[in-house]
């Protein structure tokens, strides 16, 4: 038979339902001939019922409304923000990546095509009514589209004024020299606006 | 289905509402565990003013980490092991010591002697009381917090040991000594 002092240590796990079932039997067989045993296990039960008893009660007044009181003062996270706002407009979470890493990639795109090229074409912003080189190789569809998106890119290097045309028509002119690689655009003046 | 089992069907999808930013769905996450989260703290602290405020500030730090919570253990060892870490923090903040002088350290004085409130029950027989509240002062921290969160709040020794953040086996240990420590410092009481 295992000693007292052994069973003592596991009277405690016992009594709470925490002992292995192998554990459980050896201590029981124990119990049955020990009074020892059996008297010390009734003090530790009479030890947590005496902890129970005179345990306090917590006051529970107005706590949960405290806390809830202190929640509502919390700023809202940004990834709640941003769950909230692409609920209302009706993404989930993977459509918004998806369309997220799409737009990253156009603009990466279009960001390359206009000044990606060691032959970035110069063109200078509307309405300076000047005449610029385009170098080659770059069409007049490529400046256009740099133009669209407001784009102004004057590089010093590149940028030769040839002339100036003098003109009352607001349109655009283009040339190509057929023996070269120049292009020439016209770009119309932004009409002055009078105070 | 008992009360219990219905709202235990409905907290995960309660922690998930919560998670989305409802405070309607914490609200009820928190009238239902206020009353436990208020027995750790106590078995804790052993002070009804601390444990009332780690377990308020518990609760505020639950919201604010939902997001982390990903029920690997149960929403309420969770929230145990929060405000086990918030007393923790207490007590190392009180374990610097605080010079009084004065007016101020007469009015402390008073205080400590006049209140005497360990969170127990002032209504349950005054000498037993008295006893137990010094046999429980006479164990560390770690010893008093683990009997009385198994014999008060009734936590198993998993729970115990993922609030306290201790293996099972040192959980099963140091119940072991403060039992055997409380018995014999209420000895004579008992043999009366």
Redesign the interface.
Known sequence: MIECTGI??LL??FR?G?LEPDKVAIVARHLAACTQCEMLLS??C???E???????????DG??E???S???R?P??F??RL??GLGALGWSWPAAITSASLATALASWLVLMTFGKPNTPSITAAGSNAVTEVRAGESAAQGGLAQALGLSYPGPKDQVVISRLETDRHHVALWSEPEGTTTVIWLPEEPEISE | MSGDNRYAADEAELIQQAKKGDQQAFAVLVRHYQRRLLGVALALTRNPDDAAELAQEAFVRAYQNLGQFEARSSFSTWLYRIVANLAIDLRRRESRHVVLRGEEAESELRRLAGSGDTGFNTTFGGELRGRLRAALDELTPEHRAVILLREVEGLSYEEISETLGCPRGTVMSRLHYARMRLREQLKDFRHR
Request: charged share 30%; aromatic share 6%; with cysteine.
């Open positions: 003592a240590e405690g796990a709470d925490e003090e530790i009479e030890l947590g005496t902890l129970r008893a005179s345990a306090w009660e917590p006051c529970l706590f949960a405290q806390v809830l202190r929640v509502a919390l809202e996270p990834s709640r769950r909230r």
